[in-house]
């Protein structure tokens, strides 16, 4: 009986996701974002915003950590102010309101869903 080398690369191990055609979806004035990737058990997730000029996210509360990854402009809040190229993780119970003078484009990592403070609403992205 042959048995598979479970070392070795096999098909369908890898699911590339088409980035340039999915479209955005807007979730507040000037925030728009595309989920490349949800686990539906933990609620972890991949989430690519791009934030206008001059705009701001809702207050919320980190309830696993986030890892951000700004790729264009610059994004800050009350902590930090993270400029393109560079990265920040932010603790979970961590509550901050992410905004942006010039706009920006970033990459974020979530462990858990997040919370937002004013309505006590989770957020699946």
């Known amino acids: ?30 925030v728009r974002l595309k989920v490349l990737w949800r686990d539906e058990v933990s609620g972890a997730s991949t989430v690519l915003f791009s ?8 207050r919320h509360e980190h309830m ?17 102010v993270i400029t393109a190229g560079n990265f920040a993780v932010r603790a979970a119970g961590s509550v901050h309101q992410g905004f942006t003078r010039e706009g920006s484009l970033h990459l974020a990592f979530f ?10 609403e989770q957020i699946q992205f």
């Open 51 to 58: 934030f206008a000029p001059g705009t701001q996210a809702p």
């Open 64 to 80: 696993g950590i986030e890892q951000t990854f700004v790729l264009e402009g610059c994004f800050e809040d009350h902590d930090s």
């Open 111 to 120: 462990s858990r869903p997040n919370r937002l403070v004013d309505t006590d």
């Open 1 to 30: 009986m042959d048995t598979p080398d479970r070392n070795a690369p096999r098909p369908g191990q890898t699911n590339v996701v088409d980035v340039v055609n999915m479209p955005w979806k807007e979730i507040a004035p000037g």
